[in-house]
């Protein structure tokens, strides 16, 4: 028995956490009443065709890239008490590094608190994720721009949050308290205000999101932007983040707002496949103090996943469009054409998109192709 109870601590404490974010394949291994440990492992490889801007010396450049390797870890204690930990493959340092670590109070679907390292509440979009999004692969940082300028890494933040899903599970709701100041606007974080010399507050970062379920519901505190026909979704969200004295520069100090609403709304038809349809809009405030990363976006994407399959798998021909209108004169627009190949959802899963992308301020039209693999055990 004593043997028994070290075994079973030592794979609590290696793995640290529960089930993950969203339904994914993975191992588990059950040792008691509400008591288990999951590992999973997460992969996207792409070879991107570019082309350069007239600034970088023009022509092409063709990069075959890791851009993911993940390795998802869960654990139970018991029925109330979870916790998730997650690693990321950093290629920039070539290194692996931490990615989420929270705990999880999980008291009913109405009520629960995590608390850790995680994404706070935020846009469908940043909720659902690289592996979930319509075209998979990494958001182009156009229109949902948190996180955006410093990576995954930035995107995640230190808090709390409670969450859940009330009126019969149609309305979801999730507020958080975070340290903020390092979500990737182009402002100085606490670490480097400090280098500069410049003071920083003990200010938070609140932030919240609600969304309401007109047709099938989608429970949980993750969102995901493409059910694949496996559920009706018409649903409505909204979300903020307000942090006083959350953009530092050498200028000054001001306060970070930004606002969003999102609609996403998928229809199964029997016999012949789903039709998604999303929309998006953003507003961004940085006080004044960071003109190229405040101002208003927008994003519309259209899909089409057939029931047939074709081989191992699916097709899924997508067009998604994104904006942002920045303060400083600056408008960005992308524009991407893209054919999936479904094999398992999520985790098996073959892209192609084509994507135009512009910026007024150089006028350059630049056009890229991007071929990847998808996968998740």
């Known amino acids: 028995m004593r043997l028994n109870n070290i075994h079973r601590m030592a794979l609590i404490a290696a793995a640290l956490a529960a089930t993950s974010m969203h339904a994914r394949a993975g191992a588990r291994y059950d040792f008691g009443d509400d008591q288990y440990v999951t590992f999973g492992i997460g992969t996207r490889y792409s070879y991107t065709h570019a082309e350069r801007s007239s600034a970088d010396g023009g022509g092409h450049v063709n990069n075959p890239n890791l851009d993911s390797a993940r390795l998802y870890f869960g654990a139970s204690l018991n029925k109330y008490l979870k916790a998730t930990f997650s690693t990321e493959w950093d290629g920039t340092n070539e290194r692996i590094r931490k990615l989420d670590m929270y705990a999880q109070l ?38 949902s721009r948190y996180g955006c300028n410093g990576g995954i ?28 100041r390092h979500f990737g606007i182009g402002a100085l974080n606490r670490s480097q205000a400090h280098q500069a010399g410049l003071k920083t507050s003990d200010d938070l970062m609140y932030s919240g999101r609600l969304q309401y379920d007109f047709w099938d519901l989608e429970t949980g505190y993750f969102s995901t932007a493409d059910h694949l026909g496996k559920a009706d979704i018409l649903a409505i969200g909204a979300a903020f983040r307000h942090q006083k004295n959350g953009v530092i520069t050498p200028l000054g100090k ?14 199964n038809f ?42 191992w798998g699916r097709f899924q021909p997508f067009v998604h469009w994104q904006r942002f209108d920045a303060d400083n004169r600056v408008t960005t627009k992308q524009i991407d054409f893209g054919l999936n190949y479904v094999i398992a959802e999520q985790n098996a899963m073959i892209s192609a998109t084509y994507s ?22």
């Not at 230190?158 to 340290?179: K, M, P, Q, T």
């Not at 001001?254 to 229809?267: A, H, V």
Request: one cysteine or more.
């Open 153 to 180: 890494y930035v995107a995640r933040d230190d808090g709390v949050a409670i969450w859940g899903n009330v009126a019969g599970g149609r309305l979801g709701y999730s507020v958080g308290a975070f340290e903020g």
């Open 254 to 267: 001001g306060d970070y707002d930004s606002y969003n609403l999102d609609f996403q709304l998928e229809k």
């Open 270 to 311: 029997k016999g012949y496949g789903a039709f998604g349809l999303e929309a998006a809009y953003y507003d961004y405030d940085t006080d004044g103090l960071v003109r190229g990363e405040q101002g208003k976006a927008y994003s519309a994407g259209v899909s089409y996943v057939f029931e047939r399959e074709v081989g």
């Open 356 to 377: 135009r992308n512009n910026v007024t301020q150089g006028g350059e039209d630049l056009d890229r192709f991007v071929l990847a693999l998808q996968l998740q055990y």
């Open 106 to 143: 999980e008291l009913a679907p109405e009520f629960n608190v995590w608390a850790g390292r995680f994404v706070g509440p935020s846009e469908r979009a940043n909720m659902a994720g690289p592996y979930y999004s319509v075209g998979g692969g990494y958001w182009p940082c156009v229109s």
